[in-house]
């Protein structure tokens, strides 16, 4: 099944030590996106790839940083992960980039920081 | 700021009730509207989604839920909930006046008790 999968599923750092989040896909969409989401708070976007074109959100810290280097691949790099940036981290994909487009999601990255 | 709101963060059900959970919204002009869901150990998927025409549109598993522009509400409802349905639900919204981005709710904990 056409799919998208994140790696790892749990990743534990120390603070301040870089972290890199992988998600892979199938489905051949055109945009990528990472979402991060904390307990019972709402999914926040943080950037998403339009193809190669990287769109950073206004409020996503400089500390959060993205690589696509192809069409199936996308990675969130979190170069001083403090504290504050433990979460779980979403990755989605859509075909295009419209209102009416469904997100489909893969099975998150749960990061935990000591 | 645009935002969606998920009136109940947990609710608690025994099996054959029904179900009604709440979502509003804060967006002017055009909106689509989508319900995920996301099973115990699972991706968030796709649960109906609402782009124009009738207002009551039916998704996956019995659900269905109704948009009221006039209330800015898109509430999802089932008439007798399952066991299986445990699972967290998120209320999403994309409008023309917030461009293509999906806004989540915070999510709403449904526990179905046998």
């Known amino acids: 099944d056409a799919m998208v999968i994140q790696n790892p599923r749990y990743q534990v750092t120390q603070f301040g030590k870089p972290v890199t989040l992988s998600c892979s896909q199938t489905?051949?969409?055109?945009?990528m996106y990472w979402y991060q989401q904390k307990s019972s708070q709402a999914p926040k976007l943080l950037f998403h790839y339009y193809d190669k074109d990287f769109n950073n959100e206004a409020d996503t810290p400089d500390n959060f940083q993205s690589r696509r280097p192809n069409t199936s691949f996308c990675f969130l790099d979190i170069r001083s992960p403090g504290l504050g940036d433990a979460a779980m981290y979403l990755c989605?994909?859509?075909?295009?980039?419209?209102?009416?487009?469904?997100?489909?999601f893969g099975a998150g990255s749960r990061l935990t920081v000591l | 700021a645009q935002s969606v709101s998920q009136h109940n963060h947990h609710v608690i059900l025994s099996e054959a009730a029904s179900l009604e959970l709440g979502c509003n919204y804060s967006y002017g002009g055009t909106v689509n509207l989508f319900w995920y869901v996301q099973y115990p150990g699972q991706h968030l998927q796709l649960l109906l989604k609402y782009f124009s025409g009738d207002p009551l549109v039916k998704g996956i598993k019995g659900f269905e839920a109704e948009f009221i522009k006039s209330k800015f509400s898109f509430n999802l409802r089932k008439p007798s909930v399952q066991w299986s349905d445990t699972a967290e639900y998120f209320c999403?919204?994309?409008?023309?006046?917030?461009?293509?981005?999906?806004?989540f709710g915070a999510g709403t904990r449904l526990f179905v008790k046998a």
């Open positions: 489905l051949n969409h055109n945009v």
């Open positions: 989605a994909t859509s075909r295009g980039r419209s209102g009416a487009n469904v997100l489909t």
């Open positions: 999403a919204v994309t409008s023309n006046t917030g461009g293509f981005k999906t806004i």
